[in-house]
């Protein structure tokens, strides 16, 4: 299945016991909060961490991801009741109804084509209020990150809360035109082995500060690492923060 751990329950609990709160969770939350009460959109939401994050710290948040099994287990975590929760891609957002936009844990890799990305970036716009900001995080592919998703070097062991381990590698099996297609193994203590393929598309800052130009975005700051460390720091990220002006370009 592709990206199964976003879309498979099994994988889903792996996923969200393999990855709690962390420094990425407080960037953007930090970058959240320099909008007090603000209104936030959390597209890409996941199981939900950061959203609920959001909700407990005081704003107003409403989640979106297209996959139904995440949103299941955001759904199920204690204050869930604090964010609106909406199955659905970048389509489904409300004009004008949000100050701050954030797409975490690398979803704006997940936009393969310049088409797609052109458009998630202009449903985000239509959005924000004038003057609205978005933040996301993608990887810097100077870095060439997954050079070390190897099965050795990737290796994860994950304990479930029913006290099973999952031992989860990453094999890359081709990088083409700036996309790189990996297979996840995810091996169960109990003898079952489930696999998760995807594609993540890794953009230039030449290419970030081009696209959200032509989407009506004025970049305010691309950092390179999770401290707000300049571009080409040694956690291989480009961390965007940018605010729509009044109307997109053509």
Not at 166 to 193: H, K, M, R
């Amino acid at each position: 299945m592709r990206h199964a751990e976003f879309n498979d329950p099994a994988l889903v609990m792996v996923y969200d016991a393999a990855f709690g709160w962390s420094r990425d969770d407080d960037f953007f939350l930090s970058v959240v909060n320099e909008t007090p009460a603000a209104r936030v959109i959390d597209l890409g939401c996941g199981t939900g961490r950061l959203a609920l994050g959001m909700a407990t710290a005081g704003h107003t948040v409403t989640a979106v991801d297209p996959a139904r099994a995440s949103l299941a287990a955001a759904r199920a975590k204690p204050g869930a009741d604090r964010v609106t929760w909406i199955e659905g891609t970048s389509a489904v957002l409300p004009e004008g109804a949000f100050d701050v936009a954030v797409m975490t844990s690398h979803v704006a890799q997940f936009f393969l084509t310049d088409e797609e990305w052109r458009q998630a970036l202009a449903d985000l716009h239509r959005a924000l209020v004038p003057g609205g900001r978005l933040t996301f995080d993608t990887r810097d592919p100077r870095a060439r990150g997954w050079e070390r998703w190897s099965p050795a070097d990737s290796r994860r062991e994950v304990r479930l809360p029913d006290g099973r381990q999952v031992t989860a590698t990453t094999e890359v099996n081709a990088v083409v035109q700036g996309i790189v297609s990996f297979t996840i193994y995810y091996a169960f203590s109990d003898g079952t082995l489930q696999l998760s393929s995807g594609d993540l598309r890794f953009r230039t800052e030449g290419e970030l500060r081009s696209s959200l130009r032509a989407a009506g975005y004025a970049v305010e700051q691309i950092y390179g690492g999770w401290n707000r460390e300049p571009v080409g720091a040694d956690d291989g990220e480009f961390l965007v923060i940018a605010r729509a002006s009044p109307s997109p370009r053509a």
